[in-house]
Every structure is written in structure tokens, then in C-alpha cells.
């Protein structure tokens, strides 16, 4: 599933990239509907059913937000179940850059097609159309363009979020509005 991401700005003035709230509202929604419905007729859900509702319950409690906090100098990733959820924390001092990273899944790493497709889902994020293929053909079905969003520090890179190149331009515009909020430059590749 593509869950989109939604960039907020709090009160105390960090900028939060999180699970949107109609996410949880929804996941509540349906776990609460097939829990009822499961347990209705008065007797206990089956083998399918118990599975049903922990993946229901796991999607509810699932955790995935950043923190940029410019008062505080840091960046915080919480993610993974509410209950037992990882965190990494980084100064903004430790932070090089971000980087716009294209990737094609179906693609062959190092072709000269790889590398086409990577400029034009770059292309794209800019908001310039990707044109056919010459002679009219489309590109197949199994080459899907993502873009990936990294910050990169000394020694390590981090995965903000990958997103499928068809939002690409809405995905442009918040990784530019992180790497301004966070005084770090914004490069591609």
C-alpha cells in the first residue's frame, strides 16, 4: 500500500513529516467494524479472522514520523509499533545533504536505459512531462519510476520516504520545503 506521508508544521515551529490523522481515523474505523462483525453471531472469529484483526490492530499501532526540530538542532525518526517502536535522533550539524535519488524497479543498475529513466523520473519531478519511447511505444508496465528522498550524514544514509514518480512534483516541493527548514542543500542523483 502507498501511504502517503503529510508534512506539518506544529505550534513549537518543528516541521513533522507523519502519518496523515485520517490514517489512524480510518484504520480505527475498519478494526473496530471487522472486530465487531467477526464477533457478532456469538461465536469466536477462526483461524483467518484472529489473522485478520491483528494485521488490523498492527496497522493502527504502526508509527512512522519526523521530527525537524530547529529549536531543539536535531532530527528525530520514530518508527515501528507504538509499543516498541525504534528511534534514531541526528544533529543538524551531522547532516551533509538531502538527495532526490530516481530509481526504476525492472530496470538493469548501470544500462544506459537505467540511467534515462532516472533522468526523466527526475524530469518529471520538476513537473516536465516523460515522453514515450521513440516509435511511440510506452514504457512496460513492469518498469515502475520511484523517487526516494535520503539525508546523508558522515557514514551513514538515511531513507526519508520513497514515493512512486507519479507524485513526484508534491514530493519535490516537501523535500525542498525539509532540506530549507533545515538549512542543508537539496541535491539530485
Given at each position: 500500500?502507498?501511504?502517503?506521508?503529510?508534512?506539518?508544521?506544529?505550534?513549537?515551529?518543528?516541521?513533522?513529516?507523519?502519518?496523515?490523522?485520517?490514517?489512524?481515523?480510518?484504520?480505527g474505523i475498519?478494526?473496530?467494524?471487522?472486530?465487531?462483525?467477526?464477533?457478532?453471531?456469538?461465536?469466536?472469529?477462526?483461524?483467518?479472522?484472529?489473522?485478520?484483526?491483528?494485521?488490523?490492530?498492527?496497522?493502527?499501532?504502526?508509527?512512522?514520523?519526523?521530527?525537524?526540530?530547529?529549536?531543539?538542532?536535531?532530527?528525530?525518526?520514530?518508527?515501528?509499533?507504538?509499543?516498541?517502536?525504534?528511534?534514531?535522533?541526528?544533529?543538524?550539524?551531522?547532516?551533509?545533504?538531502?538527495?532526490?535519488?530516481?530509481?526504476?524497479?525492472?530496470?538493469?543498475?548501470?544500462?544506459?536505459?537505467?540511467?534515462l529513466e532516472?533522468?526523466?523520473?527526475?524530469?518529471?519531478?520538476?513537473?516536465?512531462?516523460?515522453?514515450?519511447?521513440?516509435?511511440?511505444?510506452?514504457?512496460?508496465?513492469?518498469?515502475?519510476?520511484?523517487?526516494?528522498?535520503?539525508?546523508?550524514?558522515?557514514?551513514?544514509?538515511?531513507?526519508?520516504?520513497?514515493?512512486?514518480?507519479?507524485?513526484?512534483?508534491?514530493?519535490?516541493?516537501?523535500?525542498?520545503?525539509?532540506?530549507?527548514?533545515?538549512?542543508?542543500?537539496?541535491?539530485?542523483?
Open positions: 500500500m502507498d501511504l502517503p506521508l503529510v508534512l506539518v508544521l506544529r505550534r513549537d515551529g518543528a516541521l513533522v513529516y507523519r502519518i496523515p490523522v485520517w490514517f489512524r481515523i480510518a484504520m475498519v478494526f473496530a467494524a471487522v472486530t465487531l462483525s467477526l464477533f457478532y453471531g456469538g461465536h469466536l472469529p477462526g483461524t483467518v479472522g484472529w489473522i485478520v484483526i491483528a494485521i488490523l490492530f498492527l496497522a493502527l499501532i504502526y508509527r512512522e514520523t519526523w521530527v525537524f526540530d530547529q529549536t531543539g538542532g536535531e532530527v528525530r525518526h520514530r518508527f515501528g509499533l507504538l509499543i516498541a517502536a525504534r528511534s534514531l535522533t541526528l544533529p543538524f550539524g551531522d547532516i551533509g545533504v538531502f538527495r532526490l535519488v530516481p530509481w526504476v524497479r525492472g530496470s538493469i543498475p548501470g544500462s544506459a536505459e537505467e540511467k532516472n533522468r526523466q523520473t527526475l524530469e518529471a519531478s520538476r513537473g516536465r512531462q516523460i515522453p514515450d519511447e521513440p516509435g511511440g511505444k510506452r514504457r512496460p508496465r513492469y518498469r515502475k519510476p520511484f523517487l526516494t528522498l535520503v539525508l546523508e550524514a558522515p557514514g551513514k544514509s538515511v531513507t526519508i520516504n520513497m514515493v512512486p514518480a507519479r507524485r513526484a512534483i508534491a514530493f519535490r516541493a516537501i523535500a525542498e520545503k525539509i532540506a530549507r527548514y533545515c538549512d542543508k542543500p537539496l541535491e539530485e542523483g
